[in-house]
């Protein structure tokens, strides 16, 4: 397999930006593809890319499909799995997966050429109206939980934006009633090389969860010794879609004798652009 380095020597930073590429490193490759395709018989990579995905999966009976957009990465990497060139969020995928899993691209919806279009086919398929503020990784993620099997497993790797943002309602509360939050995993640094980007695994499954384990993670060692099975657990009862979820990693403590910080200082904001 050729080396990503080999990739950014062959391309430009324009086109990086354009297809959102940012590559999963191989440890968390391995994490998500270990997790999510036991006991499947099909997996979908939606954005397959530089296919590291798919790499780390050694079961050969295990029936592997990708889509990319961009002809050229999967020329430059050899890419041998059956790949279907075309824009993901725009194709009628023939059938619903076992497994799904993905490093959807990340940007904003509003730098998306042919949103429109997108927002048409997900009113017309799914009867979800977009936010015009989300970001592209969020409509990934949406289309690939109405294309998952049940009992079936998503483990995808997005900006963590949506646990704090307006825009974010939407999905949160698509994840917990549909019961298919099983964990969100949580990068306090960065995992990237190419991007400097907050980041979040989910974890989910179709099979009526009702309480989802959060975990916050520090740096590369504290994730390479992960234990689910270890963790802080909440129930779905206690989490609100309408509210940010970042504060459900930390452990909350109680202070007396506070006072409003609005006593002493005045706060306002300046113009949002939403390009953060």
Same mark, same amino acid.
């Given at each position: 397999?050729? *080396?990503?380095?080999?990739?950014y020597k062959v391309t430009n930073q324009k086109n990086i930006k354009k297809y959102g590429q940012f590559f999963?490193?191989?440890?968390?490759?391995?994490?998500?593809?270990?997790?999510?395709? @036991?006991?499947?018989?099909?997996?979908?990579?939606?954005?397959?890319?530089?296919?590291?995905?798919?790499?780390?999966?050694?079961? +050969?009976?295990?029936? !592997?499909?990708?889509?990319?957009?961009?002809?050229?990465?999967?020329? /430059?990497?050899?890419?041998?799995? *059956?790949?279907?060139?075309?824009?993901?969020?725009?194709?009628?995928?023939?059938? @619903?997966?076992?497994?799904?899993?993905?490093?959807?691209?990340?940007?904003?919806?509003?730098?998306?050429?042919?949103?429109? #279009?997108?927002? @048409?086919?997900?009113?017309?398929?799914?009867?979800?109206?977009?936010?015009?503020?989300?970001?592209?990784?969020?409509?990934?993620?949406? &289309?690939?939980?109405?294309?998952?099997?049940?009992?079936? &497993?998503?483990?995808?790797?997005? $900006?963590?934006? /949506?646990?704090?943002?307006?825009?974010?309602?939407?999905?949160? #509360? +698509?994840?917990?009633?549909?019961? +298919?939050? /099983?964990?969100?995993?949580?990068?306090?640094?960065n995992v990237f090389d190419n991007a400097t980007t907050t980041s979040c695994i989910l974890l989910l499954k179709?099979?009526?969860?009702?309480?989802? &384990?959060?975990?916050?993670? @520090?740096?590369?060692?504290?994730? +390479?010794?992960?234990?689910?099975?270890?963790?802080?657990?909440?129930?779905?009862?206690?989490?609100? $879609?309408?509210? !940010?979820?970042?504060?459900?990693?930390?452990?909350?403590?109680?202070?007396?004798?506070?006072?409003?910080?609005?006593?002493?200082?005045?706060?306002?904001?300046?113009?949002?652009?939403?390009?953060?």
């Open positions: 397999m050729k *080396n990503i380095n080999d990739y999963t490193p191989d440890y968390i490759a391995k994490f998500m593809a270990d997790w999510v395709s @036991k006991d499947a018989n099909n997996i979908l990579d939606p954005a397959i890319g530089n296919s590291i995905f798919f790499e780390q999966i050694k079961d +050969l009976n295990i029936e !592997k499909i990708g889509y990319d957009i961009d002809p050229n990465i999967i020329n /430059f990497f050899k890419n041998e799995n *059956n790949v279907i060139i075309s824009d993901y969020l725009l194709s009628d995928v023939p059938q @619903k997966y076992d497994a799904i899993i993905c490093n959807p691209p990340y940007n904003r919806f509003q730098s998306i050429d042919n949103r429109e #279009e997108i927002k @048409k086919k997900f009113l017309n398929d799914y009867n979800i109206e977009v936010n015009g503020y989300t970001n592209q990784a969020i409509l990934f993620l949406i &289309k690939s939980i109405m294309e998952i099997k049940k009992n079936g &497993k998503i483990a995808y790797i997005i $900006p963590t934006d /949506f646990l704090e943002s307006s825009y974010g309602e939407q999905i949160k #509360e +698509l994840l917990l009633q549909e019961k +298919l939050l /099983f964990s969100i995993i949580n990068f306090e640094y179709k099979c009526n969860n009702s309480s989802v &384990k959060m975990i916050n993670i @520090k740096n590369k060692e504290e994730f +390479l010794n992960l234990d689910l099975d270890n963790c802080l657990i909440i129930d779905y009862k206690n989490i609100n $879609p309408k509210e !940010k979820w970042l504060k459900l990693f930390k452990n909350q403590r109680t202070y007396n004798n506070l006072s409003k910080v609005n006593k002493y200082i005045k706060i306002s904001r300046g113009i949002a652009t939403g390009c953060n």
